[in-house]
């Protein structure tokens, strides 16, 4: 509740016979050249101004912002709601039920524990596409998915009684992001605050780093962990410093050929270049009012691939139409609009916010695009995409190819050679001679020059059905229509459509070899694709609707054909995934795919009839009718105005209003699930889904002092972009990891071992999966490797004799066990990808202290700091392996005991000693670590040892 108005904002908006207060802008001088972001926080601080946490200078501060300036103060936003997603949503609830009972234990009512913002969640992560391209699919897997995930939706059934202002979207309503701008976000919100009603803008954080597809709605929200989101569920403003705002102009008209994918993909890989982590992007001039909604929710989805915080659409009337669509009713319309103009807040192309940095784009020079093999940011043109799949292919097929063309260059060798080049003379390969390293380089560049037939690999593989093929290097073996980013954008969507139509009247058809699915990001797309007429040509392709969720683009993919999957593990062949989502991480989407594409809907369909990625669709033709004559793409790409007549024709608010009428209700299923009752939940002890975490045991209401950290082992040497995917993979549990072996002996047998999403509630997995991926490179074990590069979860052990490779988890128990600290040697954008708190929590569990890296993504920067783990950062221009570490070093970290005085040190010093196990010689590193710490309210966090236990001690 607000208690100081100091710039008599307080006022009240009449609209029809409804009277809201509201906190208007205009009292705050200097608001009238605020980008729409920072107004939409301008509001937010007058409304919680209470003259502690919301300050009148903070006010000010925001009122007289300097575009050009470095972010350096902090307020405190207070999110109107939090939205999440079961993955990342069932801890929240676990942790919540934890608290319940800590604050019992410190004799507080756990009562207290309860959100005090509206929280939501979308149960859509859960899904697999276990069955595919039959009719019967969607319903076996959502049978499937309630076998295996009934005690987590038991759980949940439990929060949704337990807990108020807590609403469960159940399963097979469709993707978080996509309900909630279908239905959830308000965009102009109203409730009844100590009696009075208040009327003020959205705003969200969401447990999903693409919880900024809302951004396109003009609602301002944006991806946290679900540790900070249950800080905000119990009435903890998220702290932060008033970020830069870049502004983003569009200007002119998509052309032909092109879809909103590719526009997303040019923007992501543009911004990206540019560098926009930790600011806000706005989207400006006379070009926005030409952006239909659906396409600036596609473009808001994949902030957290530019790496902004937010990417702003402002409010218009296509905002207002869409809601309109969409169903909203007439007073909330009359609502959005009235507030929006009232306020400042309605978007006017002839007044230029200052921004602090400008970028534009022609939306008539963009092409078609895909991205791939494993970053979002790494665009493609689609007409030079077999010609970089041919380069790329190298480095998966030949590990290693491009290190030894470098290496050659310098005129060194390699510890080994991939590319099989054996030295003149194997006595002198220290220092070659001239003529050697000229052979060796002839030798790389030869094999880099040559086609993928000089790598080529053909399999034959015959199906069960007694359909024989050649499988190689490149194939595509899943086609997959998935993720929030497309699956919810009537443009592409209809537009894949319409191609399956026009493939299918030619007499095409998807290659054997390609998994394909479809899930749709709402029913709502089930119902346009019926009344256009659209489904059956998507069936005969293959493009049968396997769920309502996330499916391939979060691991979800399901298994490979059986005999395809053979193949590729048998002839370690580098295949391929095309998929329309948003995250193509390695390791992410499938164990037995090694390279990953982003691409249009109508561009999966396509992938599926080439069949692979080694394909030219200019030149290369995707079969042949049924007279004979060879089928190009272009023969079949359905005009726009078709897509465009097609979406007026079979798009109507009926539609919304008939699948959302019952959303929090569920199928039989859901309505039939025992529900435990009770305000604290009772934990089952057998359980291998949902298990009471440790994170508050012993805890006191006294703060245990900040200490220096003394001694510690690295567990880790990391190189450039290791995502949260690396670090705690949300996919396949392999069967002889930690964590597989752990559900073996908890009498879980290998088909019920789910994904480590949905074990999320169980602590003992989730440990075991951390830095498990399959495709994490700790540089540490190539040194009893013999130089040569090791995939997946391990390290050396230290406190083993000779210090061999161990898996990550094992090793930490001995550890832990030795008393030892541990810390993480990291490259650039350590963290990037999802807002996966589990990657901090993890880390936290595993005994890391601290994680050194060159660069943080924003979310996991935080979340570390949320369990009690902290950031720190080589000086500028260094890196681990610059300062010439590599791992072996003992690690003492001083300095840190400042924050106990109330202060956060700008650096501390790291040194980095000489053990047992380093190189002869090797001497003592020192360093000045930059301290990650970046606000007040974060080093509160860390002092309590995390964000939970700071919310707990104060609210006890």
Request: proline content about 6%.
């Amino acid at each position: 509740m607000s208690t100081v108005d100091s710039f008599g904002a307080k006022s009240t908006l009449t609209v029809g016979s409804t009277d809201y207060e509201i906190f208007r802008i205009d009292a705050v001088p200097g608001y009238e050249t605020l980008p729409f972001s920072l107004k939409v926080l301008l509001e937010n601080l007058l409304r919680t101004e209470d003259g502690a946490n919301v300050t009148k200078a903070q006010i000010e501060a925001l009122g007289s912002w300097d575009a050009a300036a470095e972010p350096d103060t902090e307020i405190q936003f207070t999110p109107a709601r939090v939205v999440m997603q079961d993955f990342t949503g069932v801890p929240c609830i676990v942790d919540l039920a934890t608290m319940r009972e800590a604050v019992e234990a410190l004799g507080g009512d756990p009562k207290k524990i309860n959100p005090l913002s509206p929280a939501e969640m979308v149960i859509d992560h859960s899904v697999i596409a276990d069955l595919f391209g039959s009719e019967n699919a969607l319903e076996r897997n959502v049978e499937i998915e309630y076998e295996r995930n009934g005690e987590r939706y038991q759980f949940l059934r439990w929060g949704q009684t337990a807990f108020d202002d807590f609403k469960v979207v159940p399963p097979g309503t469709g993707i978080v992001h996509q309900v909630n701008i279908e239905h959830l976000a308000k965009v102009i919100y109203d409730r009844t605050v100590d009696g009075t009603l208040r009327a003020y803008p959205d705003t969200c954080v969401g447990t999903d780093s693409h919880t900024t597809m809302v951004n396109g709605l003009g609602v301002l929200g944006w991806g946290v962990g679900g540790i900070e989101a249950e800080a905000a569920m119990l009435g903890q403003p998220v702290s932060m410093l008033i970020p830069k705002v870049v502004g983003f102009k569009l200007s002119g008209a998509i052309p032909m050929g092109v879809t909103a994918t590719d526009v997303v993909l040019t923007i992501t890989d543009m911004l990206r270049k540019h560098g926009v982590v930790g600011k806000f992007v706005e989207f400006y001039g006379e070009g926005v009012a030409s952006v239909p909604l659906a396409n600036r929710a596609t473009i808001g989805n994949m902030s957290p691939e530019f790496g902004s915080t937010a990417a702003m659409f402002p409010i218009d009337s296509v905002t207002v139409d869409y809601l309109r669509l969409t169903g909203r009713s007439e007073e909330s319309l009359a609502l959005v609009e009235e507030y929006a103009k009232q306020q400042h807040l309605w978007h006017d192309p002839s007044i230029e916010p200052v921004f602090s940095e400008y970028m534009e784009l022609d939306l008539s020079t963009v092409v078609p695009s895909i991205a791939g093999p494993k970053r979002p940011q790494d665009r493609i043109e689609l007409s030079q995409s077999k010609e970089r799949f041919e380069k790329d292919l190298l480095d998966y097929a030949v590990p290693g190819a491009h290190t030894v063309v470098d290496a050659a260059v310098e005129g060194t060798f390699p510890a080994s050679d991939p590319l099989g080049f054996t030295p003149q003379d194997e006595g002198d390969s220290a220092e070659p001679a001239p003529s050697e390293v000229s052979h060796q380089h002839e030798h790389a560049a030869s094999m880099l020059s040559a086609s993928p037939a000089g790598v080529s690999k053909p399999t034959t593989v015959t199906l069960e059905d007694g359909q024989t093929f050649t499988l190689d290097h490149g194939a595509v073996t899943i086609a997959a229509i998935t993720s929030c980013t497309n699956t919810s954008n009537p443009s592409v969507m209809l537009a894949a459509g319409l191609l399956a139509r026009n493939a299918v009247r030619k007499g095409l058809k998807a290659k054997p070899w390609v998994k394909t699915t479809l899930a749709p990001g709402s029913k709502v797309v089930t119902d346009y694709y019926e009344k256009a007429g659209l489904t059956q040509d998507l069936e005969d392709l293959g493009f049968y609707t396997v769920g309502y969720g996330c499916t391939t683009c979060i691991g979800n993919s399901g298994p490979l054909i059986e005999e395809v999957s053979a193949a590729i593990n048998q002839n370690d062949l580098a295949v391929t995934a095309v998929l329309s989502g948003n995250r193509n991480f390695e390791g992410r989407i499938n164990p037995d795919v090694k390279m990953n594409y982003l691409a249009s809907p109508p561009l999966v369909i396509a992938y599926s009839l080439a069949g692979s990625m080694n394909f030219d669709f200019e030149t290369d033709p995707l079969g042949r009718d049924r007279d004979g004559n060879d089928v190009f793409l272009k023969d079949i790409w359905p005009d726009a105005a078709e897509v465009q007549s097609t979406i007026d024709s079979s798009i109507n608010t009926e539609m919304f209003t008939h699948q959302y009428a019952s959303v929090f209700e569920g199928d039989e299923r859901w309505q039939t699930l025992p529900t435990p009752t009770g305000d604290v939940f009772e934990w089952d002890e057998s359980s291998t889904y949902v298990r009471k975490p440790p994170y508050f045991e012993g805890m006191t209401m006294e703060l245990t002092p900040v200490r220096d950290i003394e001694g510690a082992r690295v567990m880790a040497t990391l190189l450039d972009s290791v995502t949260t995917d690396h670090i705690s993979p949300a996919g396949n549990i392999k069967v002889d990891s930690p964590a597989g072996q752990y559900l073996a002996e908890h009498g879980v047998e290998r088909k019920d071992f789910n994904s480590y999403g949905s074990r999320r509630g169980n602590h003992e997995v989730m440990i075991r999966g951390t830095f498990a991926n399959i495709r994490l490179k700790n540089q540490l074990v190539r040194s009893v490797n013999d130089g040569n590069e090791v995939e997946g979860g391990y390290t050396r052990d230290f406190t083993q004799e000779g210090g061999p490779q161990s898996f990550i988890y094992d090793a930490s128990q001995h550890y832990q066990e030795a008393g030892t600290p541990l810390v993480i040697f990291g490259g650039k954008e350590y963290g990037s990808g999802s807002s996966r708190d589990w990657a901090a929590k993890g880390t936290s569990l595993l005994g890391v202290k601290a994680v050194i890296t060159e660069s943080f993504e924003r979310i996991h920067r935080s979340n570390l700091i949320g369990m009690g783990v902290v950031p720190l950062q080589f000086p500028a221009g260094e890196s681990w392996a610059s300062l010439g570490l590599d791992g072996t070093e003992i690690v003492s970290i001083a300095g840190l005991e400042q924050l106990n005085e109330g202060t956060t040190p700008k650096t501390v010093r790291v040194t980095a000693a000489p053990s047992e196990f380093s190189a002869p010689g090797k001497e003592t590193v020192e360093f000045d670590a930059v301290v990650r710490i970046d606000t007040p309210g974060e080093a509160d966090y860390y002092r309590n040892g995390g964000i939970l236990q700071y919310v707990l001690r104060s609210l006890v």
